[in-house]
């Protein structure tokens, strides 16, 4: 079975946002993300947050550096938070990882055009297949893992030693993580 969920500057509702938080939310064991841009704002933040907390394994696989640097810096104001609440953040080393899927207990598999940022939610045109098939859920699960071989675990501890000047510009490009 395959749902399709779109959506655009032109859609009522953001959508694609919306099937990622129920996928999110209804997740037992394990959550698999793969994104270029992850730039999750507030309720996506919360959902892997909820997740986390309640024992499901949660695992983010982004770029090393992506295309943007200043995406990279927005995007590593929010790892500190979601790794304190388990989620475990890896940086692909080999290359730029494009790829915007997420599989949930290796049974929901979403594939698509959507990053998991504001862009894709609210001003450009997206589109996400929601394939509810084990058998594609657990050939993305070993591609996840296998793209995992290839990154690296940001550890926590080592995280939260970074420099102020390092920090700060973090914090100034989440400010404007709502115009990436």
Same mark, same amino acid.
């Given at each position: 079975?395959?749902?399709? #969920?779109a959506?655009?500057p032109?859609?009522?509702?953001p959508t694609? $946002?919306?099937s990622?938080?129920k @996928?999110?939310?209804? @997740?037992?064991?394990?959550? &698999?993300i793969t ?5 999750p704002?507030?309720? &996506?933040l *919360?959902a892997?947050?909820?997740a @986390? &907390?309640s024992g499901? +394994?949660v695992?983010?696989?982004?770029p *090393?550096?992506?295309?943007s640097? $200043?995406?990279?810096l ?10 304190? #609440?388990?989620?475990?953040v890896y940086?692909?080393? +080999? ?6 899927? $997420?599989?949930?207990d @290796? ?9 998991m940022?504001?862009r894709?939610f609210d ?6 297949? $929601?394939?509810?098939?084990?058998r %594609?859920?657990k050939?993305?699960?070993k %591609?996840?893992?296998? *793209? ?11 995280w939260?030693? !970074? ?9 100034? #490009? !989440?400010?404007?993580?709502?115009? &990436?």
């Open positions: 079975l395959v749902q399709i #969920a959506s655009g032109d859609s009522d509702d694609i $946002m919306f990622l938080v @996928a999110i939310g209804i @997740a037992e064991k394990e959550i &698999l994104t270029p841009y992850f730039i704002g507030e309720t &996506l *919360d892997l947050t909820v @986390a &907390l499901i +394994k695992k983010l696989l982004v *090393d550096q992506s295309d640097k $200043m995406v990279d927005a995007a590593s104001s929010y790892y500190e938070n979601l790794m304190r #609440a388990g989620v475990e940086r692909y080393q +080999k290359g730029f990882v494009h790829a915007k899927t $997420m599989v949930v @290796a049974s929901l598999s979403v594939i698509g055009t959507a990053n940022d504001h894709s001003l450009n045109f997206e589109v996400n297949s $929601m394939i509810y098939d084990e %594609v859920g050939r993305l699960t %591609v996840f893992y296998q *793209d995992l071989l290839e990154a690296e675990r940001i550890d926590l501890e080592q939260q030693l !970074r420099s102020f000047l390092k920090q700060f510009p973090e914090k100034v #490009a !989440r400010l404007f993580s709502p115009l &990436l």
